[in-house]
């Protein structure tokens, strides 16, 4: 049997893919779980569990879902936290590195590959917000792979595939992945995990690493039109939250809190 347990924030929940019949969204841990299943030899079975709430901040992930995720004995273990507190002026980044190889060392050794992630610093954007933020990003990044190597974890190495910074696979938001970056995002996991099936991986390997075609030049004013949309739409309704003290997760269940069969 293999059981796919994945906790973590909105990458993890999958927000902005499409959505389920239940409503939910989809997201790139939805794919892998089939993906798994596709994959998997005959007569074995796939279990799956996602128990990631966007909005997330790392000290939440750990007391809200490390307790539950390790009690149902996963055979694969995705993590994925820490990219909010990022986001946040003021973080010590030290103290940031030290709690989440803290986290690392709750998951690691309990009978389960353990599946980290290095962020995508940016989603396309090239001014002095979008190279301040990839720079944060790369510090967080660093430790994200120390400490894969330090507790024999697997690294889904995201930050340096150029074609994931391309904005047509984000969603309008420039936070989260959009449909399509959620299915290179799965098959880069798969990928990691040792599935060659092209079906399961959508493509032949590799493929998620490849660049979109080459899109046509950009009005500068439809460009202004467009920032200034998602600072409107987006930007200052996140402002607003943090100023308050809310979370678009405050009172979300996870979409799937136990195990279930994933059929091909």
Same mark, same amino acid.
């Given at each position: 049997?293999?059981?796919?347990?994945?906790?973590?924030?909105?990458?993890?929940?999958?927000?902005? &893919?499409? !959505?389920?019949?239940?409503?939910?969204?989809?997201?790139?841990?939805?794919?892998? !779980?089939?993906?798994?299943?596709?994959?998997? +030899?005959?007569?074995?079975?796939?279990?799956?569990?996602?128990?990631?709430?966007?909005?997330?901040? #790392?000290?939440?992930?750990?007391?809200?879902?490390?307790?539950?995720?390790?009690?149902? =004995?996963?055979?694969?273990?995705?993590?994925? =936290?820490?990219?909010?507190?990022? #986001?946040?002026?003021?973080?010590?980044? @030290?103290?940031?590195?030290?709690?989440?190889?803290?986290?690392?060392?709750?998951?690691?050794?309990?009978?389960?590959?353990?599946?980290?992630?290095?962020?995508?610093?940016?989603?396309?954007?090239?001014?002095?917000?979008?190279?301040?933020?990839? @720079?944060?990003?790369?510090?967080?990044?660093?430790?994200?792979?120390?400490?894969?190597?330090?507790?024999? !974890?697997?690294?889904?190495? #995201?930050?340096?595939?150029?074609? /994931?910074?391309?904005?047509? /696979?984000?969603?309008?938001?420039?936070?989260?992945?959009?449909? &399509?970056?959620?299915?290179?995002?799965?098959?880069?996991?798969?990928?990691?995990?040792?599935? %060659?099936?092209?079906? =399961?991986?959508?493509?032949? =390997?590799?493929?998620?690493?490849?660049?979109?075609? %080459?899109?046509?030049? %950009?009005?500068?004013? +439809?460009?202004? !039109?467009? @920032?200034?949309?998602?600072?409107?739409?987006?930007?200052?309704?996140?402002?607003?939250?943090?100023?308050?003290?809310?979370?678009?997760? @405050?009172?979300?269940?996870?979409? &799937?809190?136990?195990?279930?069969?994933?059929?091909?």
């Amino acid at each position: 049997m293999t059981r796919l347990v994945c906790v973590g924030d909105s990458f993890t929940e999958g927000m902005c &893919d499409d !959505a389920r019949p239940d409503g939910q969204y989809r997201g790139w841990s939805d794919r892998v !779980a089939g993906g798994l299943a596709l994959a998997a +030899a005959r007569g074995e079975s796939v279990e799956y569990a996602n128990l990631a709430v966007r909005g997330k901040l #790392l000290d939440q992930v750990v007391a809200e879902q490390l307790e539950p995720a390790v009690a149902m =004995a996963p055979t694969i273990l995705t993590f994925h =936290a820490g990219p909010n507190d990022v #986001l946040r002026r003021g973080t010590d980044f @030290d103290d940031l590195a030290r709690r989440y190889r803290d986290a690392a060392d709750r998951i690691s050794g309990q009978g389960a590959q353990v599946v980290l992630f290095t962020a995508i610093g940016r989603a396309g954007g090239t001014g002095r917000l979008a190279e301040a933020l990839a @720079d944060r990003f790369r510090r967080f990044n660093e430790v994200v792979r120390e400490t894969a190597g330090e507790h024999d !974890a697997l690294v889904v190495d #995201l930050e340096p595939v150029v074609a /994931l910074t391309d904005r047509r /696979l984000w969603n309008e938001d420039r936070l989260h992945l959009n449909a &399509d970056g959620h299915r290179r995002v799965a098959a880069a996991v798969l990928e990691r995990l040792g599935v %060659t099936d092209e079906v =399961a991986l959508g493509g032949p =390997a590799g493929w998620w690493r490849e660049s979109l075609p %080459t899109a046509p030049p %950009t009005d500068r004013t +439809a460009a202004l !039109a467009a @920032d200034l949309r998602w600072i409107r739409r987006h930007l200052v309704p996140w402002v607003g939250r943090r100023l308050r003290g809310v979370s678009s997760g @405050d009172g979300r269940r996870p979409k &799937d809190p136990l195990p279930r069969v994933v059929r091909p």
